[in-house]
């Protein structure tokens, strides 16, 4: 894959390097700046740390996240065809996690700073019929809808875009080529040795109604580990997966007398594979080592589904009303080799299309949301959100949420959430957004039932 992308690099720039430079080349340029603060209380839904196993550290009560990063995007335009780009960000991130004051246990934090790499590479615009893009480098993947995101990822690729008449086509294959950060002093290794054909078909079958169909093959060819090896802490990569991804989206939007304006999203997906799941035990305090104890493969399918409705009535068109829900199937059985739970691709990017502060993967989760918007002035809107969570099947692991304590596996009802999310845009490039959010757990947390976890979150970006 990596010299694919030299090679295919070198000969499209020897392709369209004889049509010349253009007699006014264009050099654009933009730049923006952000700070964002995070704060999740209560992550550990008031886990007595005195109950850590030895040797462990206590479940964290606050998670502190302080970002703030400059973003430069540059591109310069060759000719009619060819043209060049590069963005990135000088960042300095840090994650503090605070523990409860009963033990005499340090705060933990960790920083990240340097300059992360963003997109960067070569266009080239062909066809005539069939207006076509080849793009090599580092770029943006991201579909249509931001409520069931398939993919909102920088990805290392190839990738070749065509549009004719109401069809639009993407086609991709992607591999991480090099680390994210000068900070990093290695490729992620979850990420590292993936690769990627994503692709993509859009119809636009009538005035505000498409279709979108999507593909995405992951084959991971990471070193695999047998058990009573020995990994790096910072090297474990506890899953290799050789998966596929399909689905049809459908988004349509009416406007309709007296009634107002009604958005309606609806998508189904379904993945199936193998994969291998691996099993570490905790680092040695000496070598920063840890031992592979426990390795299995299984054969992975799942679905899930999900829709979403927001409706502006004509009468108050200040306002939005949505109901939404998403589903990802479990697994009920989960010692027979076979996991029927679905998981996401991992290119979603942030999950907080299900909620701010939990923010789950749709991987045996069910989510249904009920909110408002109100546009209050031109460039300022708030909105109020309402999220109900339980779990397909009855488990005691979850994949991914941000609260730090397992559920018990006696029960589907995880718990329930609100967020507040107000934006201010009334100043043109500054953008303001606040949010705050309250988790509550339910009778899956077992003792935990009942706890609450906040989130305040605070950013500030500003484009110029």
Same mark, same amino acid.
């Given at each position: ?27 654009? !340029? @933009? $730049?923006?700046?952000? #700070? =964002?603060?995070? /704060?999740? *209380? &209560? ?7 005195? %109950? ?15 970002? !703030? @990063? $400059?973003?430069?995007? #540059? =591109?310069?335009? /060759?000719? *009619? &065809? ?7 960000? %000088? ?374």
């Amino acid at each position: 894959m990596r010299n694919l992308l030299i090679v295919t690099f070198v000969a499209g720039l020897s392709c369209f390097a004889q049509s010349g430079a253009a007699d006014n080349p264009i050099f654009e !340029y @933009e $730049f923006a700046l952000s #700070l =964002e603060r995070n /704060v999740l *209380d &209560n992550v550990g839904l008031g886990n007595d740390p005195t %109950l850590a196993d030895p040797g462990e550290d206590p479940v964290g009560d606050r998670v502190i996240e302080e970002d !703030y @990063e $400059f973003e430069f995007a #540059l =591109e310069y335009q /060759v000719n *009619d &065809n060819l043209y060049f780009f590069f963005s990135g960000s %000088l960042i300095d991130e840090t994650e503090t996690l605070e523990f409860n004051n009963s033990v005499n246990t340090r705060d933990s934090s960790e920083e990240v700073s340097g300059l992360e790499r963003k997109e960067i590479g070569a266009g080239i615009y062909f066809g005539e019929e069939i207006d076509s893009e080849l793009k090599i480098g580092r770029m943006e993947f991201a579909s249509t809808s931001e409520w069931w995101l398939w993919w909102d990822e920088e990805l290392d690729a190839i990738s070749l875009e065509s549009s004719y008449g109401n069809f639009e086509a993407l086609l991709g294959i992607a591999e991480e080529q090099a680390r994210e950060t000068t900070d990093a002093d290695f490729i992620d290794p979850e990420i590292d040795g993936i690769k990627r054909i994503l692709a993509s078909l859009s119809w636009e079958f009538a005035a505000d109604q498409s279709l979108n169909f999507y593909y995405l093959d992951q084959a991971d060819n990471s070193s695999s580990f047998t058990v009573g090896e020995f990994e790096d802490f910072d090297r474990i990569d506890e899953e290799d997966a050789d998966l596929s991804w399909t689905g049809v989206s459908y988004l349509g939007g009416f406007d309709v007398d007296k009634v107002g304006e009604i958005e309606v999203e609806l998508h189904l997906a379904r993945v199936s594979g193998h994969e291998t799941v691996y099993e570490f035990d905790d680092p040695d305090p000496v070598t920063d080592q840890s031992e592979i104890v426990e390795k299995e493969r299984n054969r992975v399918t799942g679905s899930a589904h999900s829709y979403l409705v927001s409706w502006t009535p004509a009468a108050l068109d200040d306002w939005s009303f949505i109901i939404g829900g998403a589903r990802g199937e479990g697994d009920s059985n989960p010692g027979d080799n076979r996991d029927e739970s679905f998981r996401q691709s991992g290119l979603q990017g942030d999950s907080e299309s299900f909620g701010e502060l939990y923010q789950p993967e749709v991987s045996n989760m069910a989510v249904r949301v009920l909110g408002v918007e109100w546009e209050v002035y031109e460039g300022i809107e708030i909105a109020l959100l309402s999220y109900d969570y339980e779990q397909d099947e009855a488990a005691d692991e979850i994949r991914d949420v941000s609260i730090e304590i397992d559920p018990s596996g006696l029960s589907r009802d995880l718990g329930k959430e609100l967020d507040l999310v107000v934006t201010f845009e009334a100043y043109d490039g500054l953008e303001l957004i606040l949010v705050a959010a309250e988790f509550e757990a339910g009778k899956a947390y077992g003792i935990y039932e009942g706890e609450t976890s906040t989130y305040v979150s605070f950013e500030l970006a500003y484009e110029f």
